[in-house]
């Protein structure tokens, strides 16, 4: 004989399942590191003899992202950077803080550029997530 589940336990269930989700995206745990995307162009701008390149820091999680930061080990340039935007940290010259450490909204990004003979890796490393 098949067990049944009464109409009020299945939308108790459905109510408890609900709440587990909200939950889980309240609490940033569906923010991970694929969560900020950082991407490399050259802009076709020479400055001081090295081609400019624009990095785009996207936040593709469905939470702002707060304190982001990326590695930045043997970060160079010739042109000068908005510190606002990316630089590295006072005690941890390995790790840079993007927008001052400021909330990145869900979709949005943040745009820098830097000259240098080549692109730099700049992998994410950390983030806060602003779930509300």
């Given at each position: ?39 490399y162009e050259r802009t076709g701008t020479v400055v001081e003899g ?58 949005s990004t943040v745009r820098f550029s830097y000259a240098w003979l080549?692109?730099y890796d700049l992998p994410f490393f950390s983030a806060q997530p602003?779930?509300?």
């Amino acid at each position: 004989m098949a067990a049944t589940i009464a109409p009020s336990s299945s939308k108790l269930l459905a109510a408890f399942l609900i709440l587990c989700i909200v939950a889980h995206v309240a609490s940033g745990k569906l923010c991970d590191k694929s969560s900020v995307n950082v991407s490399y162009e050259r802009t076709g701008t020479v400055v001081e003899g090295q081609p400019e390149w624009e990095v785009v820091v996207r936040n593709t999680c469905g939470c702002s992202l707060s304190h982001v930061q990326l590695t930045c080990t043997g970060f160079s340039t010739v042109k000068e950077v908005d510190p606002r935007l990316f630089r590295s940290l006072a005690n941890d010259q390995d790790h840079c803080l993007v927008n001052d450490g400021r909330p990145i909204a869900p979709s949005s990004t943040v745009r820098f550029s830097y000259a240098w003979l080549t692109p730099y890796d700049l992998p994410f490393f950390s983030a806060q997530p602003r779930c509300t």
